[in-house]
C-alpha cells in the first residue's frame, strides 16, 4: 500500500483529491495509480493553459513539441516531432486545438495501442483493399469502423503523420508501421543525472586512506580477538608431546580447550593477542594496497576488464607481500601461546622457566630467526 505524503503534492490542485488522502496515510495500490493518472491529466491541461494566455484553445504548433516534451521524451530532431506541424488547423494559421494536443498526447503515451489497433482492421480486411500487390492501403473510414481503440481524431493525426500529408484520408499499412516505429524511437530515454564524485583535495585523500586504514584495523582486530581462541587451540594441538609414555597430552581440540581454561584460565585462551593484534593492521593495508596496485596496472584501459591469470597473479603478489609482517608475527604469537604449556611441564623442575614476553622472544630471535619459515609462509599466503 502506497504512502499518501508524496501523492498529496502530485494531486495539489484537485480538492476533492486533497480531501480524500487528508486522513488516509495509505491507500491501495488501485487507488493510487487511478490518482496519478488524474494528476497527469491535470498537469496536460495545465501546461496547454500556460501555452494559451489569450485562452483561445489552440497553441501554436512550434510550442507543441516542448509541451510534448513534459509528459512523453519526445526526441525533437525525430521524424514524429517534424511533421507535428501538420496538425494546425490550417497552412495559413499554424495554431493546433486542445482536442488535437490531447490526441496527439494519447497516441505518444501508449505507441503500442496503434499496432493493437492495426491488428484488430487486419481482422476485419479482405483481399479487395490490396490495390498494389504487397502493399495494403488502408482508408480512414475503415480504420475507424474496425477497431475502438483509437478516437476518430486520434485516427486522424495518425494518418496524417503516417502519410506526411495533412488531412489524409488513406495511408499504407507499412507507412503506419513506420510510423509506430518513428514512435517508439522518438520516446527517447529520459537521460539520468550522472552522478560525479567531487575530487578529493590532497589534504581529504589522507584523511580517507586513514579512515580506510582505521577502519580495516579495527575489523582486522576484532576478527583476531574473536578467532584467536580456535587458532591457540589449533596450535597446542599441532605442537603437543607425549606427557605419559604412550599417552597424549590433549585428547581432542575440545579436551585441549578445557585443559587451557583449567590451567592457565580464560586468559590463557588469548596468550599472544597482542603482537597479533599489532600486526593486523599493517599486514592488510599492505595487502590491500599490493593487490589494488597490481591490478590496476593489469587492467585493460578500453574494456577495464582483467583476466583470471593476472587476477591471481595480484592475489598471489599481495600474499607474498604481507609475509614482511606475518612471517615474525606468527613466530612471536605461536611462541607465546604453546608458552603455557611449557611452564606447565616445568612446574616441580630444580630450575624454573621464566615466563618470557613478546619484546625477550624478539631480541632472543634477532632479525633473521624471526624470518624463519618464511619460504612455507609465501606458499600459503
Known amino acids: 500500500e502506497p504512502e499518501t505524503a508524496s501523492l498529496r503534492a502530485l494531486v495539489s490542485a484537485d480538492p476533492a483529491a486533497q480531501n480524500y488522502l487528508k486522513d488516509r496515510p495509505k491507500i491501495s495500490y488501485a487507488e493510487f495509480a487511478q490518482l496519478v493518472d488524474a494528476s497527469r491529466a491535470a498537469r496536460i491541461r495545465h501546461a496547454f493553459a500556460?501555452?494559451?494566455?489569450?485562452?483561445?484553445?489552440?497553441?501554436?504548433?512550434?510550442?507543441?513539441?516542448?509541451?510534448?516534451?513534459q509528459f512523453v521524451p519526445l526526441e525533437p530532431a525525430s521524424p514524429v516531432a517534424q511533421r507535428l506541424a501538420l496538425l494546425s488547423e490550417s497552412p495559413d494559421s499554424p495554431r493546433i486545438g486542445y482536442p488535437t494536443f490531447l490526441a496527439i498526447i494519447s497516441l505518444l503515451s501508449d505507441p503500442g495501442k496503434?499496432?493493437?489497433?492495426?491488428?484488430?482492421?487486419?481482422?476485419?480486411?479482405?483481399?479487395?483493399?490490396?490495390?498494389?500487390?504487397?502493399?495494403?492501403?488502408?482508408?480512414?473510414?475503415?480504420?475507424?469502423?474496425?477497431?475502438?481503440?483509437?478516437?476518430?481524431?486520434?485516427?486522424?493525426?495518425?494518418?496524417?503523420?503516417?502519410?506526411?500529408?495533412?488531412?489524409?484520408?488513406?495511408?499504407?499499412?507499412?507507412?503506419?508501421?513506420?510510423?509506430?516505429?518513428?514512435?517508439?524511437?522518438?520516446?527517447?530515454?529520459?537521460?539520468?543525472?550522472?552522478?560525479?564524485?567531487?575530487?578529493?583535495?590532497?589534504?581529504?585523500?589522507?584523511?580517507?586512506?586513514?579512515?580506510?586504514?582505521?577502519?580495516?584495523?579495527?575489523?582486522?582486530?576484532?576478527?583476531?580477538?574473536?578467532?584467536?581462541?580456535?587458532?591457540?587451540?589449533?596450535?597446542?594441538?599441532?605442537?603437543?608431546?607425549?606427557?605419559?609414555?604412550?599417552?597424549?597430552?590433549?585428547?581432542?581440540?575440545i579436551d585441549c580447550f578445557r585443559k587451557v581454561i583449567r590451567n592457565e584460565g580464560i586468559l590463557g585462551l588469548y596468550r599472544g593477542l597482542g603482537p597479533q593484534l599489532v600486526g593486523v593492521a599493517p599486514e592488510k593495508a599492505i595487502?590491500?594496497?599490493?593487490?589494488?596496485?597490481?591490478?590496476?596496472?593489469?587492467?585493460?584501459?578500453?574494456?577495464?576488464?582483467?583476466?583470471?591469470?593476472?587476477?591471481m597473479m595480484a592475489g598471489a603478489m599481495a600474499g607474498g607481500s604481507q609475509v614482511v609482517f606475518t612471517n615474525p608475527l606468527e613466530i612471536v604469537k605461536i611462541r607465546l601461546q604453546i608458552q603455557g604449556e611449557m611452564l606447565k611441564e616445568a612446574t616441580g623442575a630444580a630450575k624454573a622457566i621464566p615466563r618470557s614476553s613478546a619484546i625477550t622472544i624478539i631480541k632472543e630471535l634477532g632479525l633473521l630467526g624471526l624470518y624463519k619459515g618464511a619460504s612455507a609462509c609465501l606458499l600459503r599466503d
Not at 489552440?58 to 510534448?68: E, V
Not at 476518430?152 to 503506419?176: C, D, H, K, M, N
Not at 595487502?287 to 587476477?311: H, P, Q, W, Y
Request: charged content about 20%.
Open 114 to 253: 496503434i499496432r493493437r489497433a492495426a491488428d484488430e482492421v487486419l481482422r476485419h480486411e479482405t483481399p479487395a483493399h490490396v490495390k498494389t500487390p504487397g502493399i495494403l492501403e488502408l482508408a480512414q473510414s475503415t480504420f475507424v469502423t474496425s477497431t475502438p481503440l483509437l478516437s476518430p481524431l486520434e485516427v486522424s493525426i495518425l494518418f496524417t503523420l503516417a502519410s506526411g500529408q495533412r488531412a489524409a484520408e488513406s495511408t499504407t499499412l507499412e507507412s503506419i508501421n513506420k510510423t509506430v516505429d518513428a514512435f517508439y524511437s522518438a520516446l527517447q530515454p529520459v537521460p539520468q543525472a550522472e552522478h560525479k564524485p567531487k575530487p578529493r583535495t590532497g589534504l581529504m585523500e589522507v584523511l580517507f586512506q586513514a579512515y580506510n586504514f582505521a577502519v580495516g584495523a579495527v575489523a582486522g582486530g576484532i576478527g583476531a580477538a574473536v578467532v584467536y581462541p580456535i587458532d591457540l587451540v589449533k596450535t597446542r594441538m599441532q605442537n603437543q608431546r607425549v606427557a605419559v609414555v604412550g599417552e597424549m597430552m590433549y585428547k581432542n581440540s
Open 50 to 69: 500556460s501555452a494559451d494566455p489569450q485562452g483561445s484553445g489552440t497553441i501554436h504548433a512550434d510550442c507543441l513539441p516542448a509541451i510534448a516534451r
Open 287 to 311: 595487502k590491500l594496497t599490493v593487490n589494488d596496485f597490481v591490478r590496476s596496472r593489469m587492467t585493460n584501459k578500453k574494456t577495464g576488464e582483467i583476466a583470471l591469470a593476472s587476477e
